[in-house]
């Protein structure tokens, strides 16, 4: 059920459903975020210092490590990432989210003696967080240290979930003690985010009020200079939070996020504050902001803002009996991808999703090719990193297609589960999907387009 209300009172709203209240607005809101039963409003109303600080005690030992080495999926991941980026200036954090074997390897490239794995997973279940854990005890005797359910949020009386997994989570707080140093560094860039959250969630609810009910498209602007973590954390909240989950008979507009100023966006921006705000803080506060647009939008249009059901499409198939890809050589992958596109004359627009690493390096700047190349508007994203800030809104997009990469058949388990994951996606979406994969060299009849 959609809210009607005005200014800042959507925040006000969402503030009350995270106190407990469940009248009126704040019930709502609520219901709109809840999740197995249960409103997943605990990074709405961020505790004081001193309960952060009780919270991440008894992770002393974690907190002297040399190296931590976090696995995950999703937003843990890309708020993780987003720490790592912008404020671990001496290194000791590594975050592996990828079934990616020579990833996986990278990170404990050099490993000092004293490296931990912590496992972040709130089902502890999730497929790909544990392969790769299973990977790192099996290959480099290092047993994961798991976080899961009430481990992950502050106040186990007060959930989270993983698409605003940052900043108030014990994952994303343990990753920032880490980078910072020690606990008082973390407790100042805190307490500053603290002192600029309220304000937050009121630019937030403002700006969801300036945005039109029908648009085409939204884009969010981040601040010149955010990195893949932070722009990743943000785009899996609006896409996973917002996105296929209006009802058939109303237009739902595509989310972007970038950097790149655009005409008629909406641009994140912090309140203003008083004197310098330390990196780490700015980091809080834009996970934070982004976390309360999505609630506001959530709860002035009825959306249900805090899950992503669709993904189960995919996961359900896993098991199964799965497509095997075309092999196209490398040379001819993105013309072949450009017909397909162009024989689809329902489809609009398409994503390039590469699950293949050795392949990503030639497709990451692939996009202004393929814009010769074909009409519609082209994404390139890695998978199965796309399955987590992506799926949930191209699922039932209609005009959307998805050309999917899928590694070379290998041993390798990690290899194997990647592989599956993209045979898996391109199933789930039907016609709408083309899954290749790249090969030295084809006939000419293997390499015509499906």
């Known amino acids: 059920m959609a809210v009607n209300r005005r200014g800042t009172a959507l925040w006000d ?24 039963g249960v409103p997943r ?40 990432r987003a720490v790592a980026e912008t404020a671990d200036p001496a290194g000791r954090l590594r975050i592996v989210d990828r079934l990616d074997p020579a990833a996986v390897a990278e990170a404990l490239n050099d490993a000092p003696a004293a490296t931990v794995v912590v496992a972040v997973s709130e089902s ?24 899961r359910g009430a481990d992950i949020p502050i106040d186990p009386r007060r959930p989270t979930v993983a698409l605003f997994g940052a900043p108030v989570s014990r994952p994303f707080l343990l990753a920032a003690a880490l980078a910072g140093g020690d606990l008082s560094a973390l407790g100042e860039a805190y307490r500053g985010f603290l002192g600029l959250a309220w304000a937050t969630g009121r630019w937030a609810a403002a700006a969801s009020r300036r945005i039109p009910e029908t648009p085409s498209r939204v884009r969010l602007v981040l601040p010149h200079g955010s990195g893949a ?5 943000v785009l899996q909240s609006i896409r996973q939070g917002l996105g296929g989950k209006v009802a058939s008979t109303r237009e739902e507009p595509w989310w972007e996020v970038g950097t790149a100023p655009a005409e008629g966006a909406v641009t994140l921006r912090l309140p203003a504050p008083r004197g310098r705000v330390p990196t780490l803080t700015r980091l809080m506060t834009h996970c934070h902001a982004a976390a309360a647009l999505v609630a506001c939008v959530g709860l002035q249009r009825g959306i249900r803002f805090a899950d ?7 996961k359900e198939l896993l098991g199964g009996a799965l497509p095997d890809p075309l092999p ?17 004359p ?39 990193t796309w ?64």
């Open 13 to 36: 709203a969402v503030c009350a459903a995270a106190a407990g209240h469940r009248r009126g607005t704040a019930g709502a809101a609520a219901e709109l975020a809840t999740v197995d």
């Open 41 to 80: 409003l605990g990074w709405a109303a961020p505790p004081p210092w001193r309960a952060v600080r009780r919270a991440l005690l008894p992770f002393g030992d974690l907190l002297r490590a040399d190296r931590v080495v976090f696995v995950g999926t999703g937003g843990w991941a890309f708020g993780l």
């Open 229 to 233: 973590g932070l722009v990743l954390f």
């Open 328 to 344: 196209v050589p490398a040379g001819e992958l993105l013309p072949h991808a450009a017909a397909w596109l162009r024989r689809r």
């Open 387 to 450: 399955n987590h800030h992506s799926y949930q809104a191209a699922y039932p997009a209609a005009d959307l297609g998805v050309v999917a990469i899928a590694p070379p058949a290998a041993l390798d388990p990690l290899t194997r589960a990647q592989a599956n994951i993209a045979a898996a996606t391109c199933a789930s979406l039907g016609e709408r999907a083309l899954l290749l994969r790249l090969a030295p060299a084809v006939g000419a009849g293997e390499a015509r387009a499906s």
């Open 346 to 384: 329902e489809l609009a627009r398409a994503h390039l999703v590469c699950y293949d690493p050795a392949a990503w390096p030639r497709l990451a700047g692939a996009v202004p090719r393929l814009a010769t190349l074909s009409r519609g508007g082209w994404e390139v994203h890695r998978g199965s």
């Open 308 to 314: 992503h059901p669709a993904v189960r499409h995919y």
């Open 124 to 147: 502890g279940r999730t497929t790909e967080t544990a392969l790769l854990a299973e990977a790192l005890r099996d290959r480099f005797a290092l047993a994961p240290r798991w976080l």
